[in-house]
T-cell receptor, first 110, second 112 residues
Framework: DADVTQTPRNRITKTGKRIMLECSQT?????MYWYRQDPGLGLRLIYY???????NKGEISDGYSVSRQAQAKFSLSLESAIPNQTALYFC?????????FGDGTRLSIL | GENVEQHPSTLSVQEGDSAVIKCTYS??????FPWYKQELGKRPQLIID?????GEKKDQRIAVTLNKTAKHFSLHITETQPEDSAVYFC???????????FGGGTRLMVKP
């Protein structure tokens, strides 16, 4: 199902570049989340938003920023990418029900 | 904040055997505990969840138990099949839909 869509699915970039990962959802949820997944560390929360005017830092927000352009759109930016930000990034939505994840963006920073 | 620990990190079983994965959490305010299955290269998908007003929940071959006093919960898979091979994550939050704190994951391998 494509109700949480992440773009791009894969991205390779160089150290120091700015990159934006995008997430859109058709579930009508106010709450959206960005997680990072590293091997052996599970998923860790980067940022979350409970509505368009509400943005909150998660466990590992340093080096990242977000923008909630609309209820359906929540973007994650790396202003100056560094190699240890190489990871799998997931967007999720949830509204009084279990969180539903997008397919992820695999990001490699050289 | 919440801290969730998950054990074991890897688990290998023979097809048909049972598998048990255990998690502990630290925040007594947490009241929602989902389990996600992640196949290689795919998104985590919810397989079962439990709320703190329930001690056990079952769905076919999968069951979850919760001990609020001890702050631990477990996933039980019976009659394992090769397609059960995946990484399983436990998580905890205050109410469904809120931010989740995940365990480190368990790689389950079911040998035919």
């Amino acid at each position: 199902d494509a109700d949480v869509t992440q773009t791009p699915r894969n991205r390779i970039t160089k150290t120091g570049k700015r990159i934006m990962l995008e997430c859109s959802q058709t579930k009508g949820h106010d709450r959206m989340y960005w997680y990072r997944q590293d091997p052996g560390l599970g998923l860790r929360l980067i940022y979350y938003s409970f509505d368009v005017k509400d943005i909150n830092k998660g466990e590992i927000s340093d080096g990242y920023s977000v923008s909630r352009q609309a209820q359906a759109k929540f973007s994650l930016s790396l202003e100056s990418a560094i190699p240890n930000q190489t990871a799998l990034y997931f967007c999720a939505t949830g509204e009084n029900q279990p969180q539903h994840f997008g397919d992820g963006t695999r990001l490699s920073i050289l | 904040g919440e801290n969730v620990e998950q054990h074991p990190s890897t688990l290998s079983v023979q097809e048909g055997d049972s598998a048990v994965i255990k998690c502990t959490y630290s925040d007594s305010a947490s009241n929602y505990f989902p389990w996600y299955k992640q196949e290689l290269g795919k998104r985590p998908q919810l397989i079962i969840d439990i709320r703190s007003n329930v001690g056990e929940k079952k769905d076919q071959r999968i069951a979850v138990t919760l001990n609020k006093t001890a702050k631990h919960f477990s996933l039980h898979i019976t009659e394992t099949q090769p397609e059960d091979s995946a990484v399983y994550f436990c998580a905890a939050s205050y109410n469904a839909g809120n931010m989740l704190t995940f365990g480190g994951g368990t790689r389950l391998m079911v040998k035919p």
